[in-house]
């Protein structure tokens, strides 16, 4: 019932702005293709968007929800699948909650209630991911994420599309180029990092990679490493640590945005903010607008965080009109990844030309469609893992109260600075 | 017979929810479907400890979920199938109750409590750090039977409810034994049950291997359904809470409860979350709650003993009137006026059976016994009375176990027997009742009273037989099928003398049996011990009030401030001036008749 109310939200929606269009549209088919062919095309092909919109991760959900509903609604605007005849997408919103098993149970109910869904994008934790595209890829509907675990294309599935670059290369990828920078602007290479991470699984895969290869092939030596279990109730002794080491860099790893929080609030007490020493993230969390509502401007700027996927060069109309529309600061990875699957989608069924999950599923594993416009890097192509080939990284830096993309320089929309030991 | 046909309604339902599951055929239904059983197992399993013994375990997720990741890390790492690899995560949550059960049954109620609740969550973080965030249960495309993946999910329905016929067969006959006897009589009164021959620890120490077995278990098989384990969907809190929702919410101590709550809370659950779960996020928390509440605080013991009290008190009326006729017969069984029935013997003849050398013990500062000696012998009835506070009662709990002497000795037999535990001293031959009774009150006097028996029965229709006798020598055979919280006083006091003389003690010891009783009654109550006494029983009485007693005892043992002061014959002991000093003050010496 829910679901279906916010269907016909929707749906109300799409049909003010593109009442005169279906017009048009039912105007052109009766001249230009038969009746037949009509008769045998939905009017509308439905995509599901399986994320939290309950519990503790309500926030990703919703916006995820925003980038679908901006996508669904361009898509529509721009007249829809024309392989179709013009149907419509209509978005399928359900709420996987927050935990493995409430996600799972939310698959189950999704490919059972809604069996015409041709393809389907979500969960944002990897954790949930994981537990959805297990009953997805059994009921053989293809499903789309931007999670980035490794795991997820590592089961030898047939029906997961990860979008994303996996946790270990984006390390692999973000740390050489966060030296560089560090190069470029100081003159001297980081010689000395402090690694404090939390234990969710994405911290771990990352912390692994860059223990077992990236620190000694960059030359860094770890001389603080701490781990926390979420949630962080206090932050001193860590920080104690990075301040009698010194290190040249820190990586800080939360995953919840109140932990990010407390360590940014007491690194700024032990005066080592503000590019004292320099401070880089591995997920989105440190550059969400929340932060703003407990850490001032003056205590995120500097700091740099290497993502999948943020608003970037290219991305300036969507950003303005998520701003005007939902009164969102900035364009996080979780609304341009979504945005981008509905596109992702559309080329799929434009691809199969029928409104069919094995077909869409089978247009996702064939298709070649260039240059990827809203993911980093590579091309709208997937490896026979699920892979996208060719996912790169962003690299987003908080520079005046906003977290702007800096790399890569094709994407980015400011210059990266490196801050500088005052 | 009995047996069978009160399984009768457990198999028509299995039989319903199997025509039922299999008519259905939307997935997601399947999966609750499926969910239903899988919880009510973990529910059994929680009952079978918790609801049974009055242990209130917060923990129940250590065991589900170390079966859980037992089925799952089977698969990964060495390609074992659920089929096989179900049973040993059976085998080691079994082993797993054990452990956790060792150190933990050292405590008692909150502390029992909160303790098991730390093991689930101290495990949950060692599988973290072991970095088992999420593991899944590869998908086999070649063999999928053989590695229970079924295409149709109305298997898993059936395979649960298999395994939930199986829970539920086993425990009615964990029930119906002795071990279902001992752990419902851990519940109601440990100390009872230690008393009465029952070894406590050893018991609940089964009984948590067996509900970790289960719970290893069908964390196994949810594993399978769930697809993906996380350390929180197996070892979280709210997966202890699960076990304990569902049978409180159903009834707690019967194999009726977990399924009950099973099987109204988990649909509900589940389409509160599908129904209004995106349009008021969390709303099915606060149903789901509410639910709990009002069941909570209408039926505090669950709705299927709610359900199961109404329905009995409108079949009172016809009950009651059957009922009231045995009454009659059990008083006019017992002599009203209780007469010497046996020749006085001369005191210090016959063997000494129970010999107290110097026995003392003292609560810090307080002396409460101090260097008592006395003999008791065959067939003697030896009455101990003092005034209150005067150390009866902490005599008694010094010869049956429940505590250990400072110093001294008591030789049972000539043998040593102090500073043993309760139920050895039980079996060695010394019964006991108690001055508040410890009756339990949720079961008939026949099955209060074989509790008692299984201390010298080897076999359970032994046990019966032995309560049998014993409840006809207290005269209650016409009312054993009666719940004992339905009983008198006096009816309370012989039950827990039936129950005391079930395991064929030689020594009884009996705390004020004739406390709070009318004249009459005690009258009665007198008879019963008489003839008792007749039989052959040595017998240990404690009173304060004397009268009852001079017609009874063949001696006296007088104690104040915890050490004796006089000993003898009744007639001797009433007419001494100490007894009368401590009883009534210095003052009603000089009145006493000399």
Known sequence: ?422 | MRGWRSLLPIIVFTALYAAVSLSVTNSYYQLVMTLVPVWAIFGLSWNLLSGYTGLISFGHAAFFGVGAYAVVLGQIHFDLSPWIMIPIAAILGGIAGLLIGFPTFRLQGHYFALAMLAYPLAILYVFEWLGLQEVTLPIKRDNPIAYMQFADHRLYTLLALAMMLGTILLTRAIERSRFGMALLAIKQNEAAAEAAGINTLAWKLRAVTVSGAIAGAVGGFYAVVLLVVTPQSVFGMLVSAQALTVAMFGGVGTVWGPVIGSVILIPLAETLNAEAGSRFPGIQGVIYGLAIICVILLAPEGLFWKVRDFLRKRSAPSAAAKLSAPDVPVAAAVPAAPAPARAKRPTGTGDVVLEVRNLSRSFGGLKAVQDVSFKLRRNEILGIIGPNGAGKTTLFNLLNGFLRPGTGEILLDGREMSGRKPHELCEAGIGRTFQIMRPFLRMSISDNVVVGAYVRAKTDAEARQLATDAIARVGLSEIADRIAGELTTKELRLMELARALAGQPRILLLDETLAGLGHDEANEVVAVIQRLARDGMTIAIIEHTMQAMVRLVDSFLVLDHGAVIVEGEPEAVTRDSRVIEAYLGKKWVAHAPH
């Not at chain 1, 926030?59 to 679908?68: F, L, T």
């Not at chain 1, 560089?180 to 003159?187: D, P, Q, T, Y």
């Not at chain 1, 990586?251 to 590019?275: H, R, T, V």
């Not at chain 1, 594993?365 to 026979?384: I, N, V």
């Open chain 1, 1 to 422: 019932m829910g679901q279906e109310k916010i269907e016909d939200n929707l749906s109300g929606r799409n049909s003010k702005t593109s009442l005169t269009r279906r017009t048009v549209l039912s105007g052109a088919a009766a001249i230009g293709l038969s009746t037949v062919a009509r008769a045998q095309q939905p009017a509308e092909v439905k995509v599901g968007l399986i994320v939290p919109l309950s519990g503790i991760y309500t926030r990703p959900g919703q916006v995820m929800r925003m980038g679908a509903e901006m996508g669904i609604e361009h898509i529509n605007a721009q007249g829809g699948i024309k392989s179709l005849g013009g149907a419509k997408m209509k978005l399928v919103v359900i709420d996987c909650g927050d935990t493995t098993e409430k996600a799972k149970n939310a698959a189950q109910r999704m490919v059972a209630q809604e069996a015409d869904l041709v393809a389907a994008t979500g969960s944002y934790l990897s954790s949930f991911t994981l537990a959805v595209t297990e009953v997805t890829e059994r009921a053989e509907l293809p499903m789309l994420t931007l999670s980035y675990s490794d795991l997820l294309t590592e089961r030898g599935f047939k029906f997961i599309f990860q979008t994303a670059a996996p946790a270990s290369r984006q390390s692999e990828l973000g740390l050489p180029e966060l030296m560089k920078l560090a190069e470029a602007a100081s003159g001297k290479r980081p010689k000395t990092v402090a690694m404090l991470m939390d234990n969710t699984a994405t911290s771990v895969a990352t912390a692994k990679a860059l223990k077992e290869k990236i620190f000694t092939q960059e030359g860094l030596q770890l001389v603080v490493e701490e781990v926390w279990t979420p949630p962080l109730s206090d932050a001193t002794p860590l920080i104690q640590k990075v301040r009698s080491a010194r290190p040249d860099l820190l990586l800080f790893m939360p995953n919840a945005i109140s932990d990010a929080k407390l360590g940014l609030e007491k690194i700024n007490e032990f005066g080592l903010g503000q590019g004292k020493i320099p401070t880089v993230s591995f997920s989105i969390t440190i550059a969400e607008p929340d932060m703003l509502q407990s850490v001032s401007t003056d205590a995120v700027q500097g700091i740099m965080t290497v993502v999948a996927n943020w608003g970037s060069k290219g991305h300036e109309a969507l950003i303005a009109e998520l701003k005007a529309k939902y009164k969102e600061p900035w364009m996080t990875q979780n609304v341009i990844s979504t945005y981008g699957d509905m596109w992702l989608m559309k080329a799929a069924l434009e691809q199969a030309g029928k409104a069919d999950r094995l077909a869409v599923a089978q247009a996702f594993r064939t298709m070649d469609g260039g240059p990827s416009k809203h993911y980093p890097g590579g091309q709208l192509k997937f490896d026979e893992k699920g892979r996208r080939v060719g996912a790169g990284v962003v690299i987003v830096q908080w520079q005046s109260g906003v977290p702007v993309t800096v790399f890569p320089s094709d994407l980015a929309l400011a210059a990266p600075f490196w801050p500088k030991k005052a």
